[in-house]
């Protein structure tokens, strides 16, 4: 399992979910996202995050199947081996330290469609499921379309 000290955490649905901290590049507002026709559903388009167009996955779209929309919507762009990506979650809320013998491994997380979920961080009131960027990245439908979009329309550098 990968070593987690710090994640930064948000909700999707009524659960919380964090992500490593060192994955995240900013937590930003949702602006204005472009949509791109004949993606599938979970891509919601592409947005500027710090100068740089991004395309934009709704979380909860891939876990819930339904779009995430309102005010406490905000956009965490993360770095990933293959593509910078910004990910639409229901408010990102803080950064936590997540102390070794906190962080527990899923039983179910060898479940094809929830690989990238790598871990419980099991406190005494909560629990927070970890996500592995690149893993979700890769294990999505369509992921190597949108970043075959992103190149052809010079979107980001190849």
Partial sequence: MQIVNKAVVFE???EEYAVPI???ISIEKVNFINPIPHMPLYMRGVTKAREDLIPVIDFESVLYNRSLAGEEARLLVVQTESLQIGLLVKDAKEIIDIPQEALKQ???AAYEKTKYFIGVAAFSDRLIT????????SSLEGIKDIQEYMK??????A
């Fill in 106 to 108: 899923m039983g179910i």
């Fill in 130 to 137: 970890i996500i592995d960027p690149d893993i979700l990245v």
């Fill in 22 to 24: 060192q994955s995240v």
């Fill in 12 to 14: 999707s649905g009524h």
């Fill in 152 to 157: 052809q329309n010079k979107l980001f550098p």
